[in-house]
Antibody, heavy 123, light 108 residues
Framework: EVQLVESGGGMVQPGRSLTLSCAAS????????MHWVRQVPGKGLEWVSG????????AYADSVKGRFTISRDNVKNSLYLQMNSLRIEDTALYYC????????????????WGPGTQVTVSS | EIVLTQSPGTLSLSPGERATLSCRTS???????LAWYQQKPGQAPRLLIS???TRATGIPDRFSGSGSGTDFTLAISRLEPEDFATYYC?????????FGQGTKLEIK
């Protein structure tokens, strides 16, 4: 069974940093692109970042470009999101998600999602 | 970035009726790069359709997708009680990838 579990969320002051992790089980992330998507409670979904299977292709939303860094460790079967210079508007539930396609250089759409980890940026 | 505009914002229908949800993109999107998700309160999103038409594994055939260019549609032929949820379209044609703002499908 495919499972994704995010961790590392919490409350942090504006301008500080936080690193999210996503541990995958039931499948190998090697061969799949992975995504981070966030959602403010009661609001819509916002795609944050994606990384293809071998990290050759990485993309970010304009709202986080230059502040967030996505990375992966296929040996540890894990995905990460380093978040720097956090802003109040980064407050959201952050989901880790597995791409639908295997062994593609592309980043496409996600078919399995974790339960999310809450990030709250507040002074 | 490509902006996705979904309509209506809220759709009130009864079980057994047909639902039609619209997604309009600010730029032309290749049909192979348009997906639809369903989300229920307190749950992660669920992939319904990718590539405009292709149902994900386990998705019943009452869900269908269509469209091209800048206009895409998700149809639910006969609403079941479990279909009342929020639906999002998503484009992965051009980075940054983007979601629509969602259509809430509620019981009338």
């Amino acid at each position: 069974e495919v499972q994704l579990v995010e961790s590392g969320g919490g409350m942090v002051q504006p301008g500080r940093s936080l690193t999210l992790s996503c541990a995958a089980s039931g499948f190998s992330i090697d061969g799949y692109a992975m995504h981070w998507v966030r959602q403010v409670p009661g609001k819509g979904l916002e795609w944050v970042s994606g990384i293809n299977w071998n990290s050759a292709r990485i993309a970010y939303a304009d709202s986080v470009k230059g502040r967030f860094t996505i990375s992966r460790d296929n040996v540890k079967n894990s995905l990460y999101l380093q978040m720097n210079s956090l802003r109040i508007e980064d407050t959201a539930l952050y989901y880790c998600a597995k791409d639908r396609r295997r062994s593609s250089s592309e980043i496409t759409c996600a078919d399995y999602w974790g339960p999310g980890t809450q990030v709250t940026v507040s002074s | 970035e490509i902006v996705l505009t979904q309509s209506p914002g809220t759709l009130s229908l009864s079980p057994g009726e047909r639902a039609t949800l619209s997604c309009r993109t600010s730029q032309r999107v290749s049909g192979i790069y348009l997906a639809w998700y369903q989300q229920k309160p307190g749950q992660a999103p669920r992939l319904l359709i990718s590539g405009t038409f292709t149902r994900a594994t386990g998705i019943p055939d009452r869900f269908s997708g269509s469209g091209s260019g800048t206009d895409f549609t998700l149809a639910i032929s006969r609403l079941e009680p479990e279909d009342f949820a929020t639906y999002y379209c998503y484009q992965y044609d051009t980075s940054p990838y983007t979601f629509g703002q969602g259509t809430k499908l509620e019981i009338k």
